[in-house]
């Protein structure tokens, strides 16, 4: 029995990636850039998006997913940003898996985008194990969580491209070291490509948004 549930998760997940391998395919030869963002609840993926769509909404069509167990609220606050937002709500499943992606994409079909920003359910554990067929994926590790976070959670960090430090306004109220932070991230993940933004305050989000920008013609291009 216990090797049955074995064979049938590894299943489940072998058709997930090839799901998501199909989406990255077709978004690519559409233009189209794909990110995938991963952190706890409440470290500031919303607040981090809402300032992203800002920035790229004059020179870019951008599409938000958001993931979440129940309710539309972080769709209407991208909605509130003049962009377009669809809530994706998980009903309990812990992670966004590729079919759910896919569904929405095919509602959404018409419409052409050169961001796609994917939120996904908050937490560091399940959602590291499904691609989406993202681009890129970004895990965001906010300043009252704890410098130790990517040690305790190394999937979520192994698998991420770029890691954001957020919410770095607090960094003088916690005992947070954001060298430490980076340090244990890039054990994980050597090439890890570090940022650290405070949504409050807007530091680092220019950064942040450029190397978007510099992500997305780089991925088209290859
Ligand atoms: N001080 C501070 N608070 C933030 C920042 N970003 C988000 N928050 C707050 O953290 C809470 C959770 O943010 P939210 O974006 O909803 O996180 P999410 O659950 O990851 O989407 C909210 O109360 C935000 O106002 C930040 O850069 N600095
Ligand atoms: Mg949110």
Not at 12 to 19: C, G, S
Not at 134 to 145: D, I, K, Q, Y
Not at 157 to 163: K, N, S
Request: net charge neutral; proline share 4%; hydrophobic share 40%.
């Amino acid at each position: 029995m216990k090797h049955l549930h074995v064979d049938v998760k590894q299943d489940l997940l072998r058709a997930n990636d090839l799901l998501a391998q199909q989406l990255r395919e077709n978004w690519r030869n559409r233009g189209i850039f794909v990110v995938n963002l991963l952190s706890s609840p409440g470290s500031g993926k919303t607040s981090l998006l809402e300032r992203t769509v800002q920035a790229l909404k004059s020179s870019y069509r951008v599409l938000v997913l958001e993931g979440d167990l129940e309710t539309e609220r972080d769709a209407e606050r991208i909605r509130a940003q003049g962009v377009d937002a669809v809530q994706i709500t998980t009903g309990g499943t812990c992670h966004l898996e590729a079919h759910m992606v896919a569904q929405v994409w095919l509602q959404v079909n018409g419409q052409t985008y050169d961001f796609v920003l994917i939120e996904n359910v908050g937490n560091l554990v399940c959602p590291a194990s499904y691609d989406l067929g993202e681009h890129l994926r970004v895990v965001l590790l906010s300043v009252p969580e704890g410098d130790d976070k990517p040690a305790k959670y190394p999937k979520a960090f192994r698998t991420a491209d770029w890691m954001v430090l957020t919410k770095m306004d607090l960094l003088p109220h916690f005992t947070f070291d954001p060298e430490r932070a980076e340090a244990e991230a890039r054990k994980l993940r050597p090439d890890i490509h570090t940022f650290r933004t405070s949504a409050r305050t807007g530091e680092g989000v220019e950064e942040w948004v450029k190397a978007l920008i510099r992500a997305r013609s780089e991925r088209l291009e290859r």
